[in-house]
């Protein structure tokens, strides 16, 4: 009986992180565990890295590994993919250039900001142009100043925020956002002389003199507005129901009406099954920058919230937002912006096509 049992006997025998099926000794592997993972991120560290003097090798390698274990944490608690990740060589050759800048710099945002694109870069599979910017970027955020990446997302939040102000307590969270990233400068600043070297971004020839406000204004031209009047409305669209369901009174101005939506984008949720002409929508646009706000009553707006906003409309500062950002740079504004305030904010849509 005794041989008979021996025969059905089986063995199981499983590595690190592995699941062992009853059916003759078949192992199912599931990945590194993150022990492994530290565990060969050092391993990449100390096969590439160049020979130092022993102490300046000892506080180079407290730094490699202070890094890897900070993005390994990160990665295994947020990315349920991330063994996968982790295991392309994309990603690891990635992990090393993060490596070796941090361990030359030491400096806790550096760390922080390649810690965020290294995470971002993990959630990518697709070979595109964000993840190509991404992994440029970890090669490029190194050479630039915490200064510089202030610059880059102040750009970024005056140029994509869009989508982000629709009244006056969006307004309030906004200037909320921005403020972290006040910085100060002097007219034809080697910081951003600096930018457009390392390619992050150019400086267009073109100028719209102000350009805080001007950004401001065109991005939410129903929101900082005094409206217009009803018979005004009226002169130009007729009564028709389908153009007076669009209409609210407007809080700057008691005697006005302004549209119920802050954008043109915004139309659709108020027309309901109603199909409105180009040339309908057109006309729309024309009105809704009616009464608009000028720049000095834009400032007064910001001020009456904040006054250091104030700082946002200084001339000195109008190159940082005259800047047109590369995809790298980009990368790199939207890693500090997670960095200094928390906020996961999307790839713009202009450089999602590519």
């Not at 990740?85 to 070796?100: D, G, M, R």
């Not at 090669?139 to 970024?156: G, H, M, R």
């Not at 629709?166 to 906004?174: H, I, P, Q, R, T």
């Not at 005259?322 to 960095?339: M, Y």
Request: charged share 25%; aromatic share 12%; with cysteine.
């Amino acid at each position: 009986m005794q041989e008979m049992i021996k025969d059905h006997i089986q063995k199981q025998v499983g590595g690190d992180n592995s699941t062992n099926l009853q059916a003759k000794n078949i192992t199912v592997n599931q990945g590194l565990s993150y022990a492994n993972a530290r565990d060969i991120a050092l391993d990449i560290y100390n096969s590439n890295f160049i020979k130092l003097s022993e102490a300046a090798a000892n506080m180079a390698s407290e730094r490699a590994i202070s890094f890897s274990e900070k993005f390994l944490t990160e990665l295994y608690e947020n990315n349920t993919n991330a063994a996968a990740a982790f295991e392309t060589p994309a990603l690891q050759s990635a992990l090393y250039n993060a490596q070796k800048e941090y361990a030359k710099s030491g400096e806790q945002y550096l760390a922080d900001t390649l810690c965020n694109l290294l995470i971002e870069r993990a959630k990518d599979d697709e070979r595109g142009l964000k993840q190509l910017a991404i992994e440029e970027a970890i090669n490029i955020a190194p050479k630039l100043t915490s200064k510089q990446l202030d610059i880059l997302s102040l750009n970024y939040l005056a140029q994509d925020g869009y989508y982000y102000i629709n009244s006056s307590v969006g307004l309030e969270g906004f200037i909320r956002w921005i403020l972290p990233f006040k910085v100060e400068l002097e007219f034809s600043s080697p910081e951003i002389s600096h930018l457009e070297f390392t390619g992050c971004a150019k400086i267009p020839s073109q100028s719209y003199g102000n350009q805080f406000p001007h950004n401001i204004l065109e991005s939410y031209p129903g929101v900082f507005t005094k409206g217009f009047s009803v018979d005004e409305y009226k002169e130009a669209f007729g009564s028709d129901d389908k153009y007076m369901r669009l209409i609210t009174g407007s809080e700057e101005d008691a005697n006005n009406v302004r549209f119920k939506f802050r954008t043109i984008e915004g139309l659709k949720d108020y027309s309901g099954d109603i199909e409105y002409t180009k040339e309908e929508r057109i006309k729309i646009v024309n009105f809704l920058k009616k009464g608009r706000f000028n720049a000095n009553e834009l400032k007064d707006r910001f001020m009456s919230l904040y006054p250091e906003s104030e700082a946002f409309f200084d001339s000195y500062i109008n190159d940082v937002y005259r800047l047109q950002a590369s995809p790298v740079g980009t990368a790199i504004a939207l890693s500090n912006i997670k960095r200094k305030i928390g906020l996961i904010l999307p790839w713009p849509y202009r450089m999602r096509s590519a």
